[in-house]
């Protein structure tokens, strides 16, 4: 095995002197924050990278989603149907906003909040759906938009996982009304820390309100209306984006390879599911999930075995969140059979766009000694 340790992800970095010569300017003009005009480019290549009405750039994905659900101004105490099986960011950013979980299962195929669970859990206090892309696996967006339609409900999407993801050639930030997309160094494209809101044609105005509770509240220098966080995207970030962008078909192809040599490898093994994209879905290969079934192939050794050999895999997601310390007395009964049995069994084997055949194969080989 290589020397150095090989982690569930590693951030993939343009040629240092691309990135040098990107953040010259800043030199000159000394406009480090504040929308300035690398970030003002970087919204406009992303804009047009994910086909999308209109786009805002953040901090960090959480803040994006926590500003986004507050400037929906949805009423306090109000029920947000939403997925355990996911980052407890997305969790977090709706209790925060005053909000109340309420905690659907997932389907069995690409873990994705179950549209069946979505209609039982509505009732006269649910006010919007808060679904989760999992590893850029598409929710069922048109059944969901039907079950909104019909309850009068907002959707938001927390695409984290789902950077350049297409559905039906379509990108996957123009469905639900509003999509928050991570742009931390672990996903597919990263901005170094970083997020972004992204929202139905329609919905194009509400942005620009969307960027002003981002920036403290401020809608002019003298008229703050609005209770906000400071969560704007500085120019250093929105530099390595700008750089990152112009790789990214480049990483994406070298994910694909390493991912069909994993299922090369682990594809027709029994005890060990892969969950796969449709074939309606443009994927980013964000990740490599695997689900052992608890019995031949035991999730927690492998993982134990993996680290032994410095391969460091990931349980993710693992506890659901609503069984997270902060949540479980509150929320832990929830009756969520898939999402536990999935969480259980789940374990996400390194995945990032220098991973070598190699590499891969050593991985295989460990998870296959099996117990």
């Known amino acids: 095995m290589d020397e150095f340790k090989i982690n569930v992800t590693r951030s993939s970095m343009p040629p240092l002197e691309e990135y040098v010569e990107?953040?010259?300017?800043?030199?000159?003009?000394?406009?480090?924050?504040?929308?300035?005009?690398?970030?003002?480019?970087?919204?406009?290549?992303?804009?047009?990278?994910?086909?999308?009405?209109d786009i805002c750039t953040f901090v960090n994905g959480h803040m994006a989603l926590e500003v986004l659900i507050q400037s929906l101004s949805l009423p306090r105490g109000a029920e947000v149907i939403t997925t355990p099986y996911t980052h407890i960011s997305t969790t977090h950013a709706i209790t925060r906003n005053g909000l109340i979980p309420v905690f659907a299962d997932i389907e069995p195929v690409h873990y994705t909040l179950d549209p069946d669970r979505i209609e039982e859990a509505i009732t006269e206090k649910t006010a919007a759906i808060v679904a989760t892309h999992v590893y850029g696996f598409p929710c069922d967006v048109e059944r969901i938009e039907q079950i909104a339609e019909r309850h009068g409900l907002v959707v938001v999407y927390d695409a984290a996982h789902a950077f350049n993801v297409k559905y039906k050639g379509v990108g996957i930030g123009n469905f639900g009304d509003y999509s928050?997309?991570?742009?931390?160094?672990?996903?597919v494209f990263h901005t170094i820390e970083g997020g972004l809101v992204t929202c139905k044609p329609e919905h194009a105005a509400e942005l620009r309100r969307i960027r002003q509770i981002s920036n403290f509240g401020n809608v002019t220098e003298d008229d703050i209306s609005y209770v906000g966080?400071?969560?704007?995207?500085?120019?250093?970030?929105?530099?390595?984006?700008?750089?990152?962008?112009?790789?990214?078909?480049?990483?994406?192809?070298?994910?694909?390879?390493?991912?069909?040599?994993?299922?090369?490898?682990?594809?027709?093994?029994?005890?060990?599911?892969?969950p796969r994209p449709d074939g309606d879905t443009e994927w980013n290969c964000i990740y490599f999930p695997v689900v052992f079934d608890g019995v031949r192939f035991n999730r927690?050794?492998?993982?134990?075995?993996?680290?032994?050999?410095?391969?460091?895999?990931?349980?993710?997601?693992?506890?659901?969140?609503?069984?997270?310390?902060?949540?479980?007395?509150?929320?832990?009964?929830?009756?969520?059979?898939?999402?536990?049995?999935?969480?259980?069994?789940?374990?996400?084997?390194?995945?990032?766009?220098?991973?070598?055949?190699?590499?891969?194969?050593?991985?295989?080989?460990?998870?296959?000694?099996?117990?």
Not at 180 to 187: L, P
């Open 300 to 371: 927690d050794v492998i993982k134990e075995r993996l680290a032994e050999h410095g391969i460091y895999a990931r349980k993710y997601f693992y506890p659901l969140t609503n069984t997270a310390n902060c949540y479980v007395e509150q929320y832990g009964a929830a009756d969520l059979p898939v999402a536990r049995e999935v969480s259980q069994n789940v374990l996400t084997l390194p995945m990032f766009s220098d991973l070598t055949q190699h590499i891969v194969d050593e991985i295989c080989d460990i998870v296959l000694q099996g117990e």
């Open 229 to 274: 966080p400071n969560a704007k995207m500085n120019e250093f970030a929105a530099a390595m984006g700008v750089c990152n962008l112009r790789h990214l078909d480049e990483m994406i192809a070298l994910r694909r390879a390493a991912d069909a040599r994993y299922c090369e490898r682990l594809g027709n093994i029994e005890g060990i599911h892969l």
């Open 22 to 53: 990107e953040i010259k300017p800043l030199w000159e003009s000394r406009w480090l924050s504040n929308h300035g005009a690398i970030a003002q480019k970087l919204e406009a290549e992303l804009k047009e990278r994910l086909g999308v009405a």
């Open 180 to 187: 928050m997309f991570s742009c931390h160094a672990t996903k």
